[in-house]
C-alpha cells in the first residue's frame, strides 16, 4: 500500500491532537484559576454529596422545576450525551481508516443508529424552540441588562452549533444509507435510519463519487464540529456541561440559612473577650498555628474561596436564580447571576493577567467590588435565598454577596449608615434599637 | 393587657434550684418593638395555658447577633453570640423556643460551632407538638368560616425547611387556609431579612412587600397569617400601601391560636 493512503488517517490524528491537546490546556488554566480562590472546609457527608450529584447533575431534578425548559434541556442533554457515543466510533474509524467499526454488533448497532437518529431529531426540535424562546418569546430572564453583548450571542451561537452538528450527523448517514443501496465499496449494509431514510431521497440521482464526497465531507465537518465544541466550552457558559458535575458535589451540604462563622473572627473574638487569654495559647488549642488572613471578606475573585470561584464557571446565566429574586423582581439592580457572571469576568481578566506576566499577578488596579459588582447591588440583598433555591446547579450567589458585605463592614466600615447606628445600637444596648437592656421584660405587663 | 400572664426568669428557676422545660427566646422584637410585644405575649397566653414551665432570660438575653452577621459584621455577631453563649450554658439550657425565625437560625445553625449546642424550636413547631401530646386543645371557633393564608418566612422555610408545622397547627383553627400561588420553597420574600429592616430599600420601581402583599390578597384572605415579627411589620405595611387595612389583617399564628383557645 502507498503511503498516501494513510493521508487522512494521519491528518485525522493530528487535528485530535490538537482539539484534545488545546482544549487540556484550557482545562489546566480553569484549574489553575478555580485554585487562586482560598481554601475552604469540604468536609461533610460523601454520601450525601454523590446523592446530590447523581440527582441534580446527572438526574437533572432541578432542571425539571420549570417543567418546558425542563424537559427540553433534558432532550438535549440526553442527545448530547448518547450521540457521543457515536463519536466514539467516528474517533476509532478516523485513525484505523475503517468504516462504522461497530457495525459488528448488528442488531444492537442497528437500534444504536436508530435512537441516535431519533435523539438528534429531538434535539434539532429542542434547540429550536429555545431559540424561539430566546428570539421571538423573549423571556424576560434571558434579556435582563447583563446578557446584552456576548451572553447574548453566546447562548446563540451554541443553539446554531448543535443545530449544524445534528444536520450534519443526518446528512452524513443519509448519504451512507444511499452509497450502502448503491452497493458502494467500504459502505456495508448496516445501521438503521429511522430520521434520515426521509433525507437520502434528496440524494437521488447523484452519483457515487458525489455521494461520497458528500458523505466524508458530513462525516469530517461533524468530528471538526465537534472538536471546535470542545474547545468553545472554556469560552462559553456551556463549561456547564463539565463543571455542573464537580459543583453540585461540593454544593453547599448545611441548611441554607447557615452562614459559616468565619474562624479568624472567632480567634480574635475570643482573646478580646477573655483578656487574660495567654497569646501562645490559643494557637496550640485550636491545634496549630494558623495563619493571619490577609484581610476579612472578599473585595476581589482571589479573596473567594475555590467553591465560590468554580461556581462562577459552572454558572450557566440561566437566570433562574435573578427572576426568583424579590429585589431584581421589584426593580433593583442586584442579579444574582449577574455577581456570577462578574466574578467569572473578573477572574478570567486575572487569569490573563497571569498568563501575561509568566505567571504572577501584576496588581491592574481594578477588582470584583466596585469595578465590576457595585455597592447599591450587595446592599439589596435580603439573604432571603431564593436564588440558592432556583440554581439547577447548586450555586450560592449569596455567599458571594455575602463575603463582600464583610469586606465593606469590617474592612472598610462602609455599610450604610442606617446600619452602623443599627450595629451602634448593638453594641451598645444589645438590642438593634435604643433600648435599655434593662427594660427586656417590660413586655409582659403593658 | 399583660394580667395574668406568668412569666419567670432563669433567675428564679436558679433560686428555686429547678429547671425549666424550655427556655423561651424572646428576642430583641419580642421585647422592644410594639408589635411584636403583642405576640410575645400571645405566645405566653399559650404557653400558659398548656401549663409548660418556661423560662426567658429577661435582661440577660441580649441580641442574637443575627441581624450584624447578615449585614457583614462577622465580629459583632461572634461577640454577641458568644455572650448569650456563655449565659445560656450557664444555666445549662437545653432547649429553646423562639417566635424569631431568625433566632431560630442562628440559635439552631450558627451558635453550635461556637460551643451553643441547643434544640431549637420555631413557636410554630412547639404549639404543634403541645397540640399533638395533647397538652394544648383548641375551641376552634374564633376563626370558623374565615379565609388564612400563611406567608413563608424565608428563615423558616427556604433556610431551615420547616413548611408543615404553622400549617398543621393553623388546621386547627378550622379556619380555610388557602395559598399563595408562590409558597413553601417559591415564597416571596417580604423584604426585611438580610438587614434590610434597618435601612430603607435601593432605588428600584416597588417595595418588595408591597410585591408579596399583592401575593397574598389574590387569594382574597379574611387573614394573613405570619410567624415571624418582621414578617408581621412587613405585611402590615404592605397591606396599608394597598389600602386593604379595613378588610385584611395580619396576625402571627401565636395570636391566631391564643384567641381559639
Ligand atoms: S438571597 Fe439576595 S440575591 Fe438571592 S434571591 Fe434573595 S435577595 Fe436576591
Ligand atoms: S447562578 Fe444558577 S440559577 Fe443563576 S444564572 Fe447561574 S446557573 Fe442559573
Not at chain 1, 482539539?19 to 481554601?39: C, D, H, Q, S
Not at chain 2, 420574600?189 to 389574590?218: S, W, Y
Request: with cysteine.
Amino acid at each position: 500500500m502507498q503511503l498516501t493512503t494513510y493521508i487522512p488517517n494521519i491528518l485525522f490524528v493530528m487535528l485530535l491532537a490538537l482539539g484534545i491537546g488545546y482544549f487540556a490546556r484550557n482545562v489546566k488554566k480553569l484549574i489553575r484559576n478555580i485554585k487562586l480562590g482560598t481554601e475552604t472546609d469540604t468536609a461533610g457527608d460523601n454520601a450525601q454529596r454523590w446523592k446530590n450529584m447523581t440527582m441534580i447533575a446527572l438526574g437533572q431534578t432541578k432542571m425539571v422545576v420549570r417543567p418546558i425548559a425542563g424537559l427540553l434541556h433534558v432532550i438535549v442533554y440526553l442527545g448530547f450525551i448518547i450521540i457521543n457515543i457515536e463519536v466514539l466510533e467516528i474517533i476509532i474509524d478516523g485513525i484505523f481508516g475503517t468504516h462504522r467499526i461497530f457495525s459488528f454488533m448488528g442488531g444492537f448497532y442497528d437500534f444504536l443508529i436508530g435512537s441516535f437518529e431519533i435523539l438528534a431529531l429531538l434535539v434539532i426540535i429542542a434547540v429550536v424552540v429555545f431559540w424561539i424562546r430566546r428570539n421571538i418569546i423573549c423571556i424576560k430572564r434571558f434579556l435582563k441588562p447583563e446578557m446584552k453583548g456576548w451572553p447574548k450571542k453566546d447562548a446563540d451561537l451554541i443553539l446554531y452549533i448543535e443545530l449544524v452538528l445534528m444536520f450534519l450527523f443526518l446528512t452524513m448517514n443519509a448519504t451512507d444509507l444511499q452509497l450502502q443501496q448503491m452497493g458502494a465499496d467500504h459502505y456495508a449494509q448496516t445501521g438503521s435510519f429511522p430520521v434520515s431514510q426521509y433525507i437520502a431521497p434528496l440524494f437521488d440521482g447523484m452519483s457515487m463519487a458525489t455521494l461520497i464526497v458528500i458523505e466524508r465531507s458530513a462525516w469530517w465537518l461533524h468530528i471538526l464540529g465537534i472538536l471546535f465544541f470542545l474547545n468553545y466550552l472554556y469560552y462559553s457558559k456551556h463549561l456547564h456541561i463539565l463543571l455542573a458535575f464537580p459543583n453540585t458535589f461540593y454544593g453547599k451540604l448545611k441548611p441554607n440559612g447557615q452562614f459559616d462563622n468565619l474562624k479568624a473572627v472567632t480567634n480574635e473574638v475570643k482573646m478580646m473577650l477573655d483578656p487574660n487569654t495567654d497569646p501562645f495559647a490559643a494557637p496550640t488549642e485550636s491545634g496549630g498555628v494558623e495563619e493571619e488572613p490577609a484581610k476579612f471578606g472578599a473585595s476581589d475573585a482571589m479573596d473567594l474561596n475555590w467553591i465560590q470561584l468554580m461556581n462562577a464557571y459552572t454558572c450557566t446565566e440561566c437566570g433562574r436564580c435573578t427572576s426568583e429574586c424579590p429585589a431584581n423582581q421589584t426593580g433593583k439592580k442586584l442579579s444574582p447571576r449577574k455577581i456570577m457572571m462578574d466574578t467569572r469576568d473578573r477572574l478570567e481578566e486575572i487569569g490573563k493577567n497571569i498568563d501575561k506576566n509568566k505567571g504572577e499577578f501584576i496588581p491592574d488596579g481594578k477588582q470584583l467590588l466596585d469595578d465590576y459588582i457595585s455597592r447599591e447591588e450587595l446592599w439589596a440583598c435580603t439573604t432571603c435565598n431564593a436564588c440558592v433555591q432556583a440554581c439547577p446547579v447548586s450555586i450560592d450567589p449569596l455567599s458571594i454577596i455575602m463575603s463582600m458585605r464583610q469586606y465593606l463592614v469590617m474592612e472598610q466600615s462602609a455599610a450604610p449608615s442606617e446600619l452602623n447606628n443599627m450595629m451602634g445600637n448593638i453594641e451598645n444596648n444589645g438590642a438593634p434599637w435604643p433600648y435599655n437592656q434593662m427594660d427586656r421584660l417590660n413586655w409582659v405587663n403593658e | 393587657m399583660g394580667e395574668g400572664l406568668k412569666v419567670k426568669t432563669m433567675q428564679d428557676f436558679m433560686a428555686e434550684g429547678t429547671q425549666p422545660e424550655i427556655l423561651f427566646w424572646v428576642g430583641s422584637a419580642g421585647s422592644y418593638d410594639d408589635r411584636a410585644k403583642k405576640i410575645s405575649r400571645a405566645f405566653v397566653k399559650i404557653l400558659n395555658k398548656a401549663n409548660v414551665d418556661f423560662a426567658v432570660l429577661g435582661s440577660e438575653e441580649s441580641c442574637t447577633g443575627d441581624v450584624a452577621k447578615r449585614a457583614g459584621n462577622e465580629f459583632l455577631f461572634q461577640m454577641q453570640a458568644m455572650m448569650n453563649i456563655e449565659v445560656l450554658n450557664g444555666y445549662e439550657i437545653q432547649r429553646i423556643v423562639t417566635c424569631d425565625p431568625h433566632s431560630f437560625n442562628t440559635l439552631k445553625n450558627e451558635y453550635p460551632s461556637l460551643g451553643g449546642k441547643y434544640e431549637v424550636v420555631h413557636h410554630t413547631q412547639y404549639i404543634n407538638e403541645l397540640i399533638e401530646n395533647g397538652r394544648l386543645s383548641l375551641e376552634g371557633k374564633a376563626y370558623q368560616g374565615k379565609r388564612i393564608t400563611f406567608h413563608d418566612p424565608c428563615y423558616l422555610g427556604r433556610a431551615n425547611k420547616v413548611y408543615d408545622a404553622p400549617r398543621a397547627v393553623l388546621q386547627q383553627t378550622n379556619a380555610e387556609l388557602v395559598e399563595m400561588k408562590r409558597h413553601k420553597k417559591t415564597a416571596l420574600c417580604c423584604g426585611a431579612g438580610g438587614a434590610q429592616m434597618f435601612k430603607e430599600p435601593e432605588k428600584g420601581d416597588m417595595d418588595i412587600n408591597v410585591l408579596r402583599t399583592k401575593d397574598a390578597l389574590e387569594t382574597n384572605p379574611n387573614i394573613i397569617a405570619t410567624g415571624c415579627p418582621y414578617c408581621n411589620t412587613m405585611m402590615t405595611d404592605g397591606i396599608k400601601a394597598h389600602e386593604k387595612e379595613d378588610k385584611v389583617s395580619v396576625l402571627d399564628v401565636a395570636e391566631l391560636i391564643a384567641n381559639s383557645i
